[in-house]
């Protein structure tokens, strides 16, 4: 049992999980400091027992949203710093415009993946920034990938064997943004394929296509940018109203400012 916050903020880290750190702000339990796992248990730290049941609510509720903010529980502030591992980008295709959003990607924090059947093409020499390389067909390496909420999916390749795979593969899983490079008119009979195969309208329309944002780009780099920037667009836009038990307080309370 972890009893030092210190301690349960470096293990949640280390270990790349979920967690929440509370500071209390104002009230008599001012200063105290408590640290959440993914599930809402105090690893660390204690909680005020007269708010304790709406502030792990809130808690957990912006743990999802990744979103630190102050909430006012009558007298007493908090403030809530979400703990969330590094995103990941798993980019299938190992070409020119990989490389580029690669190391684009890797200096945004990102876990990169690169996978590719060509093995001549996926290399350190060629992807030296990435944390790792999957080389082979979809099916193959999808046991080496992490397909969750963190986890961001670009299609780079042209090749159908190597992409038809793929989209049952990543289509009805929790990834938080999928991309498919190819023209407008691509993206329509990649979407009419996918369809009269069977595939939910609501699952294929989770793809990007044309990837990235219109911004003109050319270049590979050029490129890449237009890519990570509707990545982080996507991220960033609420889906849902933010519903708390508390009060939303500035991030930095007027009375602690200065």
Do not use: C
């Not at 190597?162 to 329509?188: C, H, K, Q």
């Not at 394929?193 to 296509?209: C, K, M, T, Y």
């Amino acid at each position: 049992m972890v009893t030092e916050p210190t301690e349960a903020l470096e293990r949640i880290l280390a270990e790349e999980e979920y967690g929440a750190q509370l500071t209390v702000l104002t009230g008599p339990d001012a200063g105290a400091v408590a640290v959440l796992d993914a599930g809402g248990e105090v690893l660390a730290g204690s909680v005020p027992e007269s708010i304790q049941e709406p502030l792990v609510a809130d808690a957990l509720t912006l743990m999802d949203r990744e979103m630190p903010l102050t909430v006012s529980y009558g007298e007493v502030d908090v403030f809530v710093e979400p703990l969330v591992p590094r995103p990941r980008l798993v980019i299938f295709g190992a070409v020119h415009i990989a490389q580029a959003l690669a190391q684009h990607a890797s200096l945004l924090g990102y876990h990169v993946t690169v996978s590719d059947a060509r093995s001549a093409f996926t290399t350190e020499e060629r992807f030296p920034d990435v944390d790792h390389l999957a080389v082979g067909w979809p099916d193959q390496v999808i046991d080496q990938i992490v397909l969750d909420r963190r986890t961001s999916i670009v299609v780079l390749s042209h090749d159908a064997r190597f992409e038809n795979p793929l989209w049952p593969l990543i289509l009805e899983s929790d990834v938080r943004y999928i991309g498919a490079m190819g023209s407008r008119r691509t993206a329509e009979r990649r979407r009419e394929r996918l369809l009269e195969a069977g595939f939910d309208a609501s699952a294929v329309d989770r793809i990007h296509g044309p990837i990235g944002l219109d911004i003109g780009a050319e270049s590979p780099g050029e490129v890449a940018v237009a890519i990570l920037a509707e990545m982080i667009s996507e991220h960033r836009r609420p889906h849902e109203p933010l519903e708390l038990k508390g009060e939303v307080r500035p991030l930095v309370p007027a009375h602690r400012a200065g």
